[in-house]
C-alpha cells in the first residue's frame, strides 16, 4: 500500500497546548488486521476481536487534532473486512469536542445501503436528518447477527429499508418532525411525534401524531410470521 501525509504544523509544548495539524493524509491499498487470541473467533457477523481490514483507501484533509478538539474533512474512506463488510464509500466533515459532536454531510455507501445524514449533539442535545437512504437489513446483521433470531428478520434479511427523518431533542426525549419509512413492494409508514425514554425500551414512551401506513398483502406475507395474517385478507 502507499501512504502520503503533509504535516501542516506540530506543536508539542506541555499538555494540554499541544496540538498537531496535518494538510494532507492519503492511504491506498493498504490492509490493517487486529487479532485478539484471549477471544474466540466469532462464526458469523464482525468480530471485533479478530479484525481483517483490506483495500483500504483514505483521503483526508485539514486534520486538527489536540486534548480540546478533533476535527477533519474526511474525503473518502474505503475497506473491506472478511465478514463481508465492503464499505465503498464514506466521507463527511467531522468536529468533536468536550461539548459538541457534529457530522456534516455524511454519506456512506454499502452494496446495497445508501445512508445520507447530517448530524449535531451540542450539550445533550440532539439535531439528525436523515435524508432519502435505503438500509439493508443484511448489513444490519454483519453488526448485529444476534438479531436473526427474531423471526421477523430471520424472513426480511434481504429485504432493504428505505428512511427519511428529522429528529431533535434532549438524550432522553427526541422529537420526530417526520419521519418515513418504506420497504417491500407497497409498504409505506409515515408519522411525526414525541418519544421519551429511548435508552430503556421496557418504560419507553410514543405519542405519535397522525400515522398514514398502507401495505398489500403480498408485503405482510413477507414481513409478518407464517400464520399470523388472517386467512380473509386479500
Same mark, same amino acid.
Given at each position: 500500500?502507499?501512504?502520503?501525509?503533509?504535516?501542516?504544523?506540530?506543536?508539542?509544548?506541555?499538555?494540554?497546548?499541544?496540538?498537531?495539524?496535518?494538510?494532507?493524509?492519503?492511504?491506498?491499498?493498504?490492509?490493517?488486521?487486529?487479532?485478539?487470541?484471549?477471544?474466540?473467533?466469532?462464526?458469523?457477523?464482525?468480530?471485533?476481536?479478530?479484525?481483517?481490514?483490506?483495500?483500504?483507501?483514505?483521503?483526508?484533509?485539514?486534520?486538527?487534532?489536540?486534548?480540546?478538539?478533533?476535527?477533519?474533512?474526511?474525503?473518502?474512506?474505503?475497506?473491506?473486512?472478511?465478514?463481508?463488510?465492503?464499505?465503498?464509500?464514506?466521507?463527511?466533515?467531522?468536529?468533536?469536542?468536550? +461539548?459538541?459532536?457534529?457530522?456534516?454531510?455524511?454519506?456512506?455507501?454499502?452494496?446495497?445501503?445508501?445512508?445520507?445524514?447530517?448530524?449535531?449533539?451540542?450539550?445533550?442535545?440532539?439535531?439528525?436528518?436523515?435524508?432519502?437512504?435505503?438500509?439493508?437489513?443484511?448489513?444490519?446483521?454483519?453488526?448485529?447477527?444476534?438479531?436473526?433470531? !427474531? +423471526?421477523?428478520?430471520?424472513?426480511?434479511?434481504?429485504?432493504?429499508?428505505?428512511?427519511?427523518?428529522?429528529?431533535?431533542?434532549?438524550?432522553?426525549?427526541?422529537?420526530?418532525?417526520?419521519?418515513?419509512?418504506?420497504?417491500?413492494?407497497?409498504?409505506?409508514?409515515?408519522? !411525526?411525534?414525541?418519544?421519551?425514554?429511548?435508552?430503556?425500551t421496557k418504560t419507553m414512551y410514543?405519542?405519535?401524531?397522525?400515522?398514514?401506513?398502507?401495505?398489500?398483502?403480498?408485503?405482510?406475507?413477507?414481513?409478518?410470521?407464517?400464520?399470523?395474517?388472517?386467512?380473509?385478507?386479500?
Amino acid at each position: 500500500g502507499t501512504f502520503t501525509c503533509l504535516l501542516d504544523t506540530f506543536n508539542l509544548k506541555s499538555p494540554p497546548s499541544w496540538f498537531v495539524n496535518v494538510k494532507n493524509l492519503d492511504i491506498a491499498n493498504s490492509s490493517l488486521g487486529y487479532e485478539n487470541t484471549s477471544n474466540s473467533v466469532l462464526v458469523e457477523g464482525l468480530d471485533p476481536n479478530h479484525l481483517q481490514f483490506s483495500n483500504i483507501v483514505l483521503n483526508c484533509r485539514d486534520i486538527r487534532f489536540s486534548p480540546a478538539k478533533i476535527s477533519m474533512d474526511l474525503l473518502l474512506l474505503q475497506v473491506r473486512e472478511k465478514c463481508g463488510l465492503n464499505l465503498q464509500h464514506l466521507s463527511t466533515r467531522f468536529s468533536y469536542d468536550s +461539548t459538541h459532536l457534529s457530522l456534516e454531510q455524511c454519506e456512506l455507501q454499502t452494496g446495497k445501503s445508501k445512508i445520507k445524514l447530517s448530524v449535531s449533539v451540542e450539550n445533550r442535545y440532539l439535531k439528525a436528518d436523515l435524508h432519502n437512504s435505503d438500509i439493508a437489513i443484511s448489513y444490519i446483521l454483519l453488526v448485529q447477527p444476534s438479531l436473526l433470531q !427474531q +423471526t421477523i428478520i430471520a424472513r426480511n434479511r434481504n429485504a432493504i429499508v428505505h428512511l427519511k427523518s428529522i429528529l431533535e431533542g434532549s438524550i432522553d426525549k427526541h422529537l420526530i418532525q417526520n419521519l418515513e419509512c418504506s420497504t417491500g413492494s407497497n409498504t409505506m409508514l409515515k408519522t !411525526q411525534g414525541l418519544i421519551q425514554g429511548i435508552q430503556d425500551t421496557k418504560t419507553m414512551y410514543a405519542d405519535l401524531g397522525m400515522i398514514e401506513f398502507k401495505t398489500i398483502k403480498k408485503d405482510l406475507e413477507i414481513l409478518l410470521p407464517e400464520g399470523m395474517l388472517p386467512a380473509k385478507i386479500s
